[in-house]
């Protein structure tokens, strides 16, 4: 039953003055320049209680990089060579952060392991003398506690929390590659046990606070305060801070205990724990589900693994030096940079580089309720936009505003909201069947179907009713939005939208702009994007954008796989084998064939013979028998409602045969039919930036990676060629080229970095 949990839920002062101010002892250092240099906290005494505030300067979160650590150093030896304080506080002056983890900059500057190793034994070292502390420290915790933040808050003697959604913990270091490096492998399995301790190291999930105290992360909660003179945030932390002194003081006179009486579940899994058979099961289990996720493409899981059981069954020692020798090894893997440029891409795409918009668009319209409309409906009233969705027939609407509330409704039954905001935020949503009040609205996205005589028709519509400053945007994934503006009044308004499928789960957004789009119009459409809590790339017009372009000859090439006799669940077998989420075939499904077809049509007139391979009479003969993917129930594969198996499709071998290729061996091997997929997908990403579709590199990453579902592991197709290596990528294409021809001829700018081996797309 334990291993089944742990899988399922996978110096003395110097020479000061005393000031007095709002009931603390302020402390105004004069004798050391150190001292006076302190500029990421802010420290005071309240009665015999140190309370000292992170706050690191020019920046939304506290990071723990090397100078916040020197200063936290210093404070807390005054604090434990002070005779008069007898405990302290930790707190935060930022509003939702407390410590959002360590600066991933200070890691990826580390040139070998060995740097990184240090970096960890030094926050190690620190950690114990906090756990060690004969002062009772307490953590007072309100917004994000993450990582290195939640090593340090569990090393202290006591943790008060904040009961709300902004308050989270959790150690998401394996989703950079890396392991809790501070003591956070040897610490997690005492306080909250081994299943939890796995299930949160292993998934990097966040915790919300109440979930926090029922585990024993947490000791106590505190509810957040309402507006009053100040801000409720502004409040809640001045009142966090009373409760933290208060408790602080009885931690320091023995009235308080930061002992936990255990449920009778916890105290039977502990004891379960304690048998070395049942821990020598719950490693083998758990690893053996790493192993099967993780194909062997991520190492950090398997080390963190290892860190726990080192601990565990060789002692605190052991354990800790073998953390820190794990994550110094980890932060210098290609894995872990490139799930570092990730992360920093992703920084990099939530912010509005194109400024503030003129006007505000408070009220948005979406034409057609279809999963799309609907879906971008949901998105937009969830974050609190006015919203207008307006659909031609009633059975249509009546569809998409049910699949609004059901999303709605489903964060109720996660808890993640209350039936009454969930009615709150429905109340936003208007469906309609005409243009009523569109005369209101500052932007409009139009989610009808793709066909350019429609979407000219709707667009000249919109224009009669809507203001001068209102936004036209479409939802196209592939046709030139150019074409789409040729018929409007104000082209300068008109961009393109691309939401990805379901839009309350992906992340992307590809924001389209043309040689007419105002920068005013692209602004607004970034801050409508940013405000629905998405991840935005920017690009140039063009057929299939950047997403499409990529995808349709990655999927040309799997079609001519399949033609030459590889059956789908091998393919899909060797895609998500090469790091990819979900397999070529079941991709080709989920998509739908249909819209496969469409966009093969369209992309192979504009590109020509490139984007060729695979026979396109394929698709069309699935569209013909209804063979549309999971949305028919039938595609390569067979879907049934409420079950995750899925058959091969039987009817599609009569297809396959009568269009089938010869093999040709010699690029017909495993790790071949690999690098032809992800070959043909690479080389168009980089044409992109050749041709200035894409701006950047990061955004390049970002869009495959969180719309088309390239390989995490290898960062994109940037960070892949600068890791794996330009001329090797040329090697291989100048291989498949000679066998098929200029579909795998590679562009210039990959043949430049090829050439110059210091050239790289990340410096």
Known sequence: MVASRAIGSLSRFSAFRILRCRGYICRNFTGSAALLTRTHFNYGLKGDVAVVRFNSPNSKVNTLNEKLQSE????????????QIRSAVLISSKPGCFVAGADINMLAACKTSQ?????????????????KSTKPIVAAISGSCLGGGLELAIACQ??????????????????????????????????????????????????????????????????????GVKSPEERTVEYLEEIAVTFAKGLADKTITPKRDKGLVEKLTSYAMSIPFVRQQVYKK??????????GLYPAPLKIIDAVKTGLEQGSDAGYLTESQKF???????????????????????????????????????????????????????????????????????????QVFKGLNDK??????????????????????????????????????????IKHKVLKEVEAVTPDHCVFASNTSALPIKQIAAVSKRPEKVIGMHYFSPVDKMQLLEIITTDKTSQDTTASAVAVGLKQGKVIIVVKDGPGFYTTRCLAPMMSEVIRILQEGVDPKKLDSLTTGFGFPVGAATLTDEVGVDVAQHVAEDLGKAFGERFGGGNIELLKQMVAKGFLGRKSGKGFYIYQEGSKNKNLNSD????????????????????????????????????CLQEGILATPEEGDIGAVFGLGFPPCLGGPFRFMDLYGAQKVVDRLRKYEAVYGKQFTPCQLLLDHANSPSKKFYQ
């Open 72 to 83: 936290f150093t210093e404070i807390m030896n005054e604090i434990w060579a002070n005779d």
């Open 115 to 131: 740097e990184a190793t240090r970096i960890s034994q030094e926050a190690q070292r620190m950690f114990e003398k906090l756990e």
């Open 158 to 227: 006591y943790r008060i929390a904040t009961k709300d959604r902004k308050t989270v913990l959790g150690v998401p270091e394996v989703l950079l590659g890396i392991l809790p490096g501070a003591g956070g492998t040897q610490r997690l399995p005492k306080m909250v046990g081994i299943p939890a301790a796995f299930d949160m190291m292993l998934t990097g999930r966040n915790i919300r606070a109440d979930r926090a105290k029922k585990m024993g992360l947490v000791d106590q909660l505190v509810e957040p305060l309402g507006p």
């Open 286 to 295: 758990v690893e053996e589900k790493v192993r099967k996720q993780t194909k």
């Open 328 to 402: 110094g090894e980890l932060a210098v893997t290609k894995e872990s940079k490139a799930l570092m440029g990730l992360y920093h891409g992703q920084v990099l795409c939530k912010k509005n580089k194109f400024g503030v918009p003129q006007k505000e668009v408070k009220q948005l319209a979406i034409l057609g309720a279809g999963l799309m409309g609907a879906g971008i409906a949901q998105v937009s009233v969830d974050k609190g936009l006015k919203t207008q969705l307006k659909d031609a027939t009633v059975a249509g609407l009546g569809r998409g505003q049910q």
């Open 412 to 453: 109720v039954k996660k808890k993640a909201i209350t039936s009454f905001e969930r009615d709150s935020i429905f109340s936003n949503l208007i469906g309609q069947l005409d243009y009523q009040d569109f005369e209101k609205a500052d932007m409009v996205i139009e989610a009808v179907f793709e066909d350019l005589s």
């Open 652 to 687: 599609m071998d009569s297809i396959f045969a009568s269009l089938k290729l010869p093999a040709k061996p010699e690029v017909s091997s495993d790790e071949d039919i690999q690098y032809r997929v992800v070959t043909r997908f690479v080389n168009e990403a980089v044409m």
